[in-house]
């Protein structure tokens, strides 16, 4: 399974950008599709989820973005998308995503439990 992220840049506090995350030689929906950013000096961290097809394909955010960036997925593309809106510049950080086969829901939010990763794309919020 290989995932392509892409869709960073830069911009202002307040803005909004769409990350997107191809994924090849994997169905998504029989993923736990996640993003996972990783800030200078800071360890990674948890962003958002989305479940697998069979384990109910719900989402699931950290408190720090949660009102503010969507997880998605389009099926037909294979194609996992972060739309994050109201940006800060404390969500400057490069962001991954990540698949996981058969997470049970109290590990969703550890990098761990994720097996395949993309190659990251930086987001950087001005203030």
């Known amino acids: 399974v290989q995932l392509q992220a892409s869709g960073g840049g830069l911009v202002q506090a307040g803005g909004s950008l769409r990350l997107s995350c191809a994924v090849s030689?994997?169905?998504?929906?029989?993923?736990?599709m996640g993003w996972f950013r990783q800030a200078p000096g800071k360890e990674r961290e948890f962003v958002a989820t989305?479940?697998?097809?069979?384990?109910?394909?719900?989402?699931y955010y950290s408190d720090s973005v949660k009102g503010r960036f969507t997880i998605s997925r389009d099926n037909a593309k294979n194609t996992v998308y972060l739309q994050m809106n109201d940006l800060k510049p404390e969500d400057t950080a490069v962001y991954y995503c990540?698949?996981?086969?058969?997470?049970?829901?109290?590990?969703?939010?550890?990098?761990?439990?994720?097996?395949?990763w993309g190659q990251g794309t930086q987001v950087t919020v001005s203030s």
């Open positions: 990540a698949a996981g086969q058969n997470l049970i829901l109290s590990s969703i939010s550890y990098e761990n439990r994720y097996g395949y």
């Open positions: 030689g994997g169905t998504i929906s029989t993923y736990t």
């Open positions: 989305i479940r697998s097809r069979s384990s109910g394909g719900r989402t």
